[in-house]
C-alpha cells in the first residue's frame, strides 16, 4: 500500500543522455516535490507543483526540468546529465497547506551516471 | 534566509543507552513548522515529529521524545533505550508559512545526524 511511489529505484544513464525519473501518488495531494540529495548531504528542493503550478527554486540548474500531467504523476527531466548530478532524487507530496503537513516521501531514485 | 544546524555528524552508542540528537534553526519568521524524518539505509525519509513554532509543549511517542526551546531556538530530539533498528540518518527540518511573505515552499533540511548504534 504504498503511497509515494518512484520509479525505477535505480537508474544508470550515459553522461550527457537524457534521463526522466517518475512519481506517483495514491494520496491525492496537491502538492508535489522534487529534492535532489548528494551523498551524505541533506535534501535539496529543486521544485515544487501547487496542482499545476510549477515553482523552481532559484538555484535549480536549468537542466533540470518536471512535468506533472495529472494529479497523480510528476516527473523528474534531465536533459543532459553531468557527472555532478549523480545523487538520490526524492519526490514527495503534501496536501494544499503543505508547510505545517508532514511531507510523504517516496523511496527515492539513485540516479549513477556513466 | 531560513538555515537549520545539526552539528552532530555523527553519533555512536551501545545499545539501551539513551541519546540526544540536538538541532539548531534560524528564522525570521514568526509562523513555522519544525520536522524531524528518519532516513534508514533503505532511502526513504519518514515522518517522526512535526511542531508549531506556537507550541512549546515537549513531546513524548514511547520511546522518542522532543524538547522544543524557542529561547534557544532548538529543537532537540532524544531516544531513550536505543536499538540497533534506531540506526539511520535523523533529519532536522523547517518549514516557513508562505503567507508571511518569506521563505521557501518546501522543507530545509539540516544536513542530518548519523546514528550508530551498536549492539
Known amino acids: 500500500d504504498a503511497m509515494v511511489i518512484q520509479n525505477p529505484r535505480y537508474q544508470v544513464t550515459q553522461f550527457g543522455k537524457p534521463v526522466t525519473l517518475s512519481c506517483s501518488q495514491t494520496l491525492n495531494h496537491n502538492v508535489m516535490y522534487w529534492y535532489q540529495q548528494k551523498s551524505s548531504q541533506a535534501p535539496k528542493l529543486l521544485f515544487h507543483?501547487?496542482?499545476?503550478?510549477?515553482?523552481n527554486e532559484a538555484d535549480t540548474p536549468d537542466n533540470f526540468q518536471s512535468r506533472r500531467p495529472n494529479t497523480s504523476f510528476c516527473f523528474l527531466d534531465i536533459r543532459s546529465p553531468g557527472l555532478g548530478d549523480a545523487a538520490m532524487y526524492l519526490c514527495a507530496t503534501s496536501t494544499e497547506d503543505g508547510y505545517n503537513q508532514p511531507q510523504h516521501f517516496g523511496d527515492g531514485t539513485r540516479l549513477s551516471i556513466l | 534566509a531560513q538555515k537549520v544546524t545539526q552539528a552532530q555528524t555523527e553519533i555512536s552508542v551501545v545499545e539501551k543507552e539513551d541519546v540526544t540528537l540536538d538541532c539548531v534553526y534560524e528564522t525570521r519568521d514568526t509562523t513555522y513548522y519544525l520536522f524531524w524524518y528518519k532516513q534508514p539505509p533503505s532511502g526513504e525519509l519518514v515522518f517522526l515529529i512535526r511542531r508549531n513554532s506556537f507550541d512549546e509543549q515537549n513531546e513524548i511517542s514511547g520511546r522518542y521524545s522532543w524538547n522544543f526551546q524557542k529561547s534557544t531556538s532548538s529543537f532537540n530530539f532524544t531516544i531513550t533505550a536505543s536499538q540497533v533498528v534506531d540506526s539511520a540518518v535523523y533529519f532536522c527540518?523547517?518549514?516557513?508559512?508562505?503567507?508571511?511573505?518569506?521563505?521557501?515552499?518546501?522543507?530545509?533540511f539540516g544536513k542530518g545526524t548519523h546514528l550508530i548504534i551498536q549492539p
Open positions: 527540518a523547517l518549514s516557513e508559512s508562505p503567507y508571511s511573505g518569506g521563505g521557501a515552499d518546501g522543507l530545509t
Open positions: 507543483y501547487y496542482d499545476k503550478d510549477f515553482n
